[in-house]
């Protein structure tokens, strides 16, 4: 499973950035994809995730300004991010969780990450 984000850069407080992220490869079934980020010094944490059926759960400090959705048939993922603040500005990293094969377990795939840098 080979897991390809972009849409990072650089954007000013206030701003919004669409990062994306697909999945290509074997993949026999997938439970969820996720954004992670990680900001220089602290620990990887969770953003925002999305089920197959379209349920979603987000971090509650970017409930209301953040949206994921996906396009199951293409197997991407995105992230909107609205209302960028400086404090956010980290490499977001996509995962997927789900199974190669029918018979394998399910196991967490990452993707490269995508450098966002909110600044003025």
């Known amino acids: 499973v080979q897991l390809q984000a972009s849409g990072g850069g650089l954007v000013q407080p206030g701003g919004s950035l669409r990062l994306s992220c697909t999945a290509s490869?074997?993949?026999?079934?997938?439970?969820?994809m996720g954004w992670y980020r990680q900001a220089p010094g602290k620990q990887r944490e969770l953003v925002a995730s999305i089920t197959t059926a379209g349920s979603t759960n987000y971090a509650d400090s970017v409930k209301g300004r953040f949206t994921i959705f996906r396009d199951n048939a293409k197997n991407t993922m995105y992230l909107q991010m609205n209302s960028l603040k400086s404090e956010e500005t980290a490499i977001y990293y996509c995962n997927l969780n789900g199974r190669r094969r029918s018979w394998d377990p399910s196991s967490d795939y990452w993707g490269q990450g995508t450098q966002v840098t909110v600044s003025s």
């Open positions: 490869g074997s993949i026999f079934s997938i439970n969820t």
